[in-house]
């Protein structure tokens, strides 16, 4: 496929002609006078140096930070470079969700093998094709579980604040009962959530690691969804799920996530990833697209659509989403992503968030901040000071370094991936340290 070039005035003419209209103001005569555009007031054009340049100006206006300590749901990794060289390719880039499915057998072997990857990384049975982003797949999940006896969906309120809106959304344009179960000590409190749990219990969301970066008792709290015969869904950071248990190990019946640290950059906020597995029999209620593998009548593999219960291929109310396509870009991109990386490079990355995101919470604590809880973490922390966060803050960023997520007054949420230095780490603690005055 060729570079993008727009028609030409003869092209037009000879495209109006065909249609059986004289000009563009015949064929646009439907539309009422005082609503059309008479004129565009564009500048002249540019040659191609004149534009870069102009370009790069537009960009001085942003404020780009050197150092990045925050994490909240959207997180600074490497990415190779063989990813981007890689899905820059023009029949990736122009690709969208296949209509004639089976037709496009690249695509759709790229998607394969994105599901099959994102099912080795949680210990699921099987994926769907990605949906849009992580708080999407959060709620779609909750969906999933929803049936005419049990219609109360429980959330611990450990889960990103974002999600929670998310999921709180879709429960209410479903006539589902959303309720939080309400944390701990900076965890799910256990005891509440036996309370809450009986037989109108649809499911229960938990996010691991928690919204603070704590590692949650994700085996035990499982446990006490599946004694209530609810549905046990665990929404995974990617990087994490290098190390510890997989959702699988944990008894999740649904496991979801967002995608992004798997290869796309923190890009203002998207387009992003939301990546959902399941056990096997939970398989015909994942939303969207599944992609399967299986022979042609020469007996060659081919890839086809397995399963596609959405409203565009099934009677409206019978369908169980109406997500209607899928993030086929950006699963390429998690899928190279996870190639390049390999099972050894994803356990580097995730045990180096771990032992960064350590030292600096000990550095930060020397300079005069406290840790504000004493669980096991793996690249967030919140700390508490006196008043002095947004003060702290402010200080960083002068300096170029874009800190944690203020919580509050006191409370700061910090992160630390592989990409962070001792060299920056120990500079965000001399700023901390000459603001606390310690």
């Not at 109006?16 to 006078?33: T, V």
Request: negative net charge; contains cysteine; glycine residues 8%.
């Amino acid at each position: 496929m060729g570079a993008y070039l727009p028609n030409t005035k003869q092209v037009q003419q000879e495209m109006l002609k065909e249609i059986g209209a004289g000009s563009f103001d015949e064929l646009f005569a439907h539309i009422p006078e005082e609503v059309r555009l008479k004129e565009l007031k564009l500048p002249a054009g540019l040659c191609e140096m004149e534009a870069f340049n102009r370009m790069e100006d537009i960009a001085e206006k942003n404020r780009r930070f050197k150092h990045i300590f925050r994490g909240a749901g959207a997180y600074n990794h490497y990415i190779p470079a063989i990813v981007g060289s890689v899905t820059g390719k023009e029949e990736f880039v122009t690709a969208y969700t296949p209509y004639q499915a089976e037709i496009s057998q690249g695509i759709l072997q790229s998607i394969f093998e994105y599901q099959t990857m994102i099912c080795e990384l949680t210990g699921m049975d099987v994926s769907n094709a990605s949906v849009y982003d992580g708080a999407t797949a959060a709620a779609e999940a909750v969906a999933m579980c929803r049936d005419r006896r049990r219609e109360v969906a429980y959330v611990s309120a450990t889960t990103n604040p974002q999600v929670i809106e998310v999921i709180r959304t879709y429960c209410y344009a479903s006539n589902t009962r959303m309720e939080l179960i309400p944390e701990g000590d900076g965890v799910t409190d256990m005891e509440a959530l036996k309370t809450a749990l009986d037989g109108s219990s649809a499911c229960f969301y938990l996010q691991q690691p928690n919204f603070y970066g704590i590692l949650e008792d994700a085996e035990a709290l499982g446990a006490i969804v599946h004694e209530a015969g609810a549905k046990f869904i665990m929404g995974c950071n990617p990087i994490a799920l290098a190390v510890m248990k997989t959702p699988a190990e944990c008894g999740a019946d649904i496991a979801v996530g967002e995608g992004q640290p798997l290869g796309l950059p923190l890009a203002f906020g998207g387009p992003y990833l939301g990546f959902m597995t399941a056990t096997a029999k939970m398989a015909r209620k994942l939303p969207g697209r599944i992609v399967g593998e299986t022979v042609d009548r020469d007996g060659k593999r081919a890839y086809v659509l397995t399963l596609q219960a959405r409203e565009q291929h099934i009677r409206r109310e019978k369908a169980s989403s109406n997500i209607c396509s899928n993030q086929a870009l950006c699963a390429l991109t998690a899928a190279v992503y996870l190639s390049a990386m390999g099972a050894e490079g994803m356990k580097q990355a995730a045990s180096l968030c771990i032992s960064k995101a350590h030292y600096l919470a000990g550095e930060l604590q020397k300079s005069g901040l406290r840790l504000k809880y004493s669980h096991p973490y793996f690249h967030e922390f919140v700390t508490v000071s006196e008043g002095k966060a947004e003060e702290i803050l402010t200080a960083l960023e002068r300096q170029g370094i874009l800190g944690g997520l203020m919580l509050d007054k006191n409370e700061i949420l910090w992160c630390a991936t592989e990409k962070n230095t001792k060299s920056e780490m120990d500079e965000v603690a001399a700023i901390v340290k000459e603001v606390c005055g310690a």
